[in-house]
């Protein structure tokens, strides 16, 4: 099980945004002497426009864009480039394990960087992110994805960019009413489940259960977890009263897909609980030969 970060991440940030550097940095000084930890390299200029426009690139550089949540942080297409590496190095760890008998724990991979991606569209900016790390990831690797969104947000983003694509199924749980308003009904690929605020660990993870039972089973190459943990009972923005335990639940659940598993950091505005959430969905995810 691999970890993909790099300090450069935490180098930038303003005061008072719940997206902060600190929560990273706790998030790593936690789990550093748990985990093997690699560095990413920046995503191509090539790898980004299998996702995002020319012009959504042009924006980012030049700092001309315009989001009350995702300030215009100096450098933050570097920043960004950087994240969505990570997401690309993680995926390609997780079907790539080194030797010849695997085991589930080295079929998995984890991205730990920031800024997060999944509110950002195909030409837009949005909620704290400025690229789609996953979406990224999952074209420019072009295998047949089961995306599974457990940020507390739903993906607009990504739904955007993979509605009707017929090589990716999307699947969110979230918070419902809630930012960005999105994700009421499921369209297409994209299969949406809302949620009350504080539903608790067994409505949750029952709704988990029937997303994954509702699939047709055998069609997918690989699973992507756009891994956010503000549904967590402490988080301040989007809690679902959920407790570490369910984050280790969901991360058994995937892990009996029996697919190469790659995890993004979304969310997750708790900065103390965010280390131990990540460690008990990656304790799950490993967990199937254990
Ligand atoms: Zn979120």
Known sequence: MKIVFSEECLNYGSPGHPESPERVRLAYEYLKARFEFIGPAPAAEKDILLVH???????????????????????IYGYACLSAGGAITSAGAAIAPAGAATTSAEQ???????????????SRVAGFCYLNNVAIAVRKLGK?????????HHGDGT???FLGDPSVVYVS???????????LKSQE??????????????????TFKRALDSLEAGGFE?????????????????????TSQAYRKVGELISGLKLPVFGVLEGGYDGAALGPNVEQLLLGLGSRNS
């Open 108 to 122: 998995c991979a984890f991205s730990l960087t920031r800024p997060p991606g999944h509110h950002a569209g195909p």
């Open 53 to 75: 426009s020319e012009r959504h690139l042009e924006n980012l550089r030049n700092l001309e864009f315009y989001d009350g949540d995702s300030p215009q942080y100096p450098d």
């Open 189 to 206: 690929n994209c299969f949406n489940y809302p949620l009350p605020p504080l539903c608790g660990d067994q409505a949750y993870l029952e």
């Open 159 to 161: 739904q955007a960019i």
């Open 222 to 242: 690989l699973v992507a977890v756009s891994a956010g943990f503000d549904g967590y009972r402490t988080d301040p923005l989007a809690s679902l009263g959920l």
């Open 173 to 183: 749980l979230h918070r419902y009413p809630c930012y960005p308003g999105t994700g």
């Open 144 to 152: 047949r994805t089961l995306i599974l969104d457990i940020d507390a």
